[in-house]
Nanobody, 115 residues
């Protein structure tokens, strides 16, 4: 069992930056692949970025070059650095932990990009 708590969301102007954090507890964090997903109103939840237990990363085309996912296994935390934010990045962002096809989700944190 894994518990995930996201933080770092908020309101930011277009072109600004935010860093999301997801703190994990309850199991061996380093074993899990971690990901950030987002869901905008009226849309399906989509993968934003993911990082494997070995540190390999992948990104949605819409965020490549702007977002960076990283993990600190000593702190049981995964981060999402978001730069050059656009209004279309507005969504609830969810942290995900996956291992052997079992998924855990955080409660989500709102990111709003608006002037």
């Amino acid at each position: 069992q894994v518990q995930l708590v996201e933080s770092g969301g908020g309101l930011v102007q277009p072109g600004g930056s935010l860093r999301l954090s997801c703190a994990a507890s309850g199991s061996t964090f380093s074993f899990y692949a971690m990901g950030w997903y987002r869901q905008a109103p009226g849309k399906q939840r989509e993968l934003v970025a993911a990082i494997t237990s070995g540190g390999s990363t992948n990104y949605a085309d819409s965020v490549k070059g702007r977002f960076t996912i990283s993990r600190d296994n000593a702190k049981n935390t995964v981060y999402l650095q978001m730069n050059s934010l656009k209004p279309e990045d507005t969504a609830v962002y969810y942290c995900n932990a996956n291992r052997r096809l079992v998924n855990y989700w955080g409660q989500g944190t709102q990111v709003t990009v608006s002037s």
